[in-house]
C-alpha cells in the first residue's frame, strides 16, 4: 500500500543552522508528493510540492527534490529562523488517486532556538 | 487557491452532547476532506464528502458518530455527536482545487470533551 515515513522529532537547531527533515515513501508509479507545515495553533500550509521524478519544489527557502530512485522527497534549508518552528509533514497524493486522498507522514516537529 | 474558513476555532463540550463544525470555501470545490489530528499526532482521514453523494467513511469512523453535510460546492460540517473525553482533538477540513493539485487546510477546531 502507499505510506510515508518521516524521521522522527522533535528536531532542534540553532537559528541559521542546515535543516534536513527525512521523508520516504512507498507507492506505485509517480505519485505527487508534498511538504505541508502546521505553525502552532494553525492549520496546515502547503510548503512546496513535487509531481514528477528530478522536480524540486521551493518556497521560502525550503527545498525538495522528487528522487524516484531513493523513493524519498527530503526537505532542506540552508538557514533556519526561529519563525520556521512548526510542525512539518510529508504527504503523497497515490498516482492512482485512490479517491483523492492524501496520505501524511506522521510529522517531525522543528524547534529553532534563538 | 481555495481559501477556506473553518468554525468554531475551538469550543469546550460537555460529554453526551454534540457539536457542529463548519467550512465555507471561498470557491467551489469538487472534494473536502475531514481530519483528526490528536496531540502531537498526524491527520487521521475521517471522511470523503463530496456535492450530492453521501460521505465516504475510513475505517472506524461511522455516519451516526460522525454526521457529515455537503450541500454545495462551497460548504461542509461535520458533527461530532454524543461526545465523550475520547473525543477531544483537533478536527480539520480540506479541500481540493477544482483541476488542480491544491489542497487548502481550515485552521481547525481545538474540542476539549470534559
Known amino acids: 500500500g502507499n505510506s510515508v515515513t518521516q524521521m522522527e522529532g522533535p528536531v532542534t537547531l540553532s537559528e541559521e543552522a542546515f535543516l534536513t527533515i527525512n521523508c520516504t515513501y512507498t507507492?506505485?508509479?509517480?505519485?505527487?508528493l508534498f511538504w505541508y507545515v502546521q505553525y502552532p495553533g494553525e492549520g496546515l500550509q502547503l510548503l512546496l510540492k513535487?509531481?514528477?521524478?528530478?522536480d524540486k519544489g521551493s518556497n521560502k527557502g525550503f527545498e525538495a527534490t522528487y528522487r524516484k530512485e531513493t523513493t524519498s522527497f527530503h526537505l532542506e534549508k540552508g538557514s533556519v529562523q526561529v519563525s520556521d518552528s512548526a510542525v512539518y509533514f510529508c504527504a503523497l497524493l497515490p498516482v492512482y488517486n485512490q479517491g483523492g486522498k492524501l496520505i501524511f507522514g506522521q510529522g517531525t516537529e522543528l524547534s529553532v532556538k534563538p | 487557491s481555495a481559501v477556506i474558513s473553518q468554525k468554531p476555532s475551538r469550543d469546550i463540550c460537555q460529554r453526551g452532547t454534540s457539536l457542529t463544525i463548519q467550512c465555507q470555501v471561498d470557491s467551489q470545490v469538487t472534494m473536502m476532506f475531514w481530519y483528526r489530528q490528536q496531540p502531537g499526532q498526524s491527520l487521521t482521514l475521517i471522511a470523503t464528502?463530496?456535492?450530492?453523494?453521501?460521505?465516504?467513511?475510513e475505517s472506524g469512523f461511522v455516519i451516526d458518530k460522525f454526521p457529515i453535510s455537503r450541500p454545495n460546492l462551497t460548504f461542509s460540517t461535520l458533527t461530532v455527536s454524543n461526545m465523550s473525553p475520547e473525543d477531544s482533538s483537533i478536527y480539520l477540513c480540506?479541500?481540493?482545487?477544482?483541476?488542480?493539485?491544491?489542497?487548502?487546510f481550515g485552521s481547525g477546531t481545538r474540542l476539549t470533551v470534559v
Open positions: 513535487a509531481t514528477k521524478a528530478d
Open positions: 480540506s479541500a481540493r482545487d477544482r483541476g488542480t493539485l491544491g489542497y487548502t
Open positions: 507507492a506505485t508509479g509517480y505519485p505527487s
Open positions: 464528502a463530496n456535492q450530492g453523494s453521501e460521505a465516504t467513511y
